[in-house]
């Protein structure tokens, strides 16, 4: 938020932090593959999808990947302070291919690789928790109806 470092967010299981003159700041942890519950884990197992810092917090961002979890991190120590596994209607894990912030902070919106969008309430305690709700993806009819264009692959 501030402009002195940024993230990477590369395709690697391992995001980085540089400084604004390309210094390697940190580097997150890679998890261990071989945990089957990922909220186990240290990090993520899989490639990273997406990444954004906190709006208001500079020590705070978030990441996504193709394992299927969003990890709240501590940027400066690059160590994790909550992992967010998405609710899904059949068992295993699909990836979360994008994940935002709201304005403040309180929100957590990640879009899933089956086309919903999950969005989570990271205000518990002690940010240990996360509050679930699930936007279904929407049927063409409702687009046509509407004069929507979308895009897909």
Request: glycine share 12%; with cysteine; net charge positive.
């Amino acid at each position: 938020p501030t402009g002195d470092a940024f993230l990477a967010v590369t395709g690697s299981a391992q995001p980085k932090i540089y400084t604004r003159d390309g210094v390697q700041e940190g580097e997150f942890p890679r998890g261990d593959m071989y945990i089957r519950d990922l909220k186990n884990t240290t990090g993520h197992i899989t490639s990273c999808t997406d990444g954004t810092w906190h709006p208001t917090d500079k020590g705070s961002g978030i990441t996504s990947s193709a394992d299927g979890t969003v990890r709240v991190w501590d940027m400066w120590a690059a160590t994790q302070n909550t992992v967010i596994k998405p609710m899904l209607r059949k068992p295993g894990r699909t990836a979360v291919t994008a994940v935002r912030y709201n304005h403040n902070g309180s929100l957590i919106a990640g879009g899933l690789e089956d086309g919903t969008i999950q969005v989570w309430d990271i205000r518990g305690k002690h940010q240990n928790k996360a509050n679930v709700g699930m936007v279904a993806a929407s049927k063409f009819q409702s687009f046509k109806k509407q004069n929507w264009t979308v895009l897909s692959k």
